[in-house]
């Protein structure tokens, strides 16, 4: 059986920080490569960050380089998304995602497993 279990969002303040935090278990522990995503309200799901298992290859979005960081913990089974200096318009609801194999780290549909998402709020 494979999941993902994400947790760490809220509601926090412009310019404050969160971390999130992805637990791989099952199948997702021997997967490539991790990845995350969110979306708001009304909008396309879209990619945030991504990193690989071995090798720690990292891929942002542009709209988040600079504030935040993707890590790994490979004992733990876990990825970690740090983020500050956020702002309103980070908003959403931030799903983690394994790559069983090589492929694009920025489609949605590259990805096999997801995670029951995790709400992020920024206030103004």
């Known amino acids: 059986q494979a999941q993902l279990v994400e947790s760490g969002g809220g509601l926090v303040q412009a310019g404050g920080s969160l971390r999130l935090s992805c637990a791989a278990s099952?199948?997702?522990?021997?997967?490539?490569?991790m990845g995350w995503f969110r979306q708001a309200p009304g909008k396309e799901r879209e990619f945030v960050a991504a990193?690989?298992?071995?090798?720690?290859?990292?891929y942002y979005a542009d709209s988040v380089k600079g504030r935040f960081t993707i890590s790994r913990d490979n004992a733990k089974n876990t990825v970690y998304l740090q983020m500050n200096s956020l702002k309103p318009e980070d908003t959403a609801v931030y799903y983690c995602?394994?790559?069983?194999?090589?492929?694009?780290?920025?489609?949605?549909?590259?990805?096999?497993?997801w995670g029951q998402g995790t709400q992020v709020t920024v206030s103004s």
């Open positions: 099952g199948r997702t522990r021997s997967s490539y490569a």
């Open positions: 995602a394994a790559r069983m194999k090589l492929g694009n780290w920025y489609r949605m549909n590259e990805y096999d497993y």
């Open positions: 990193t690989s298992w071995i090798g720690g290859n990292l």
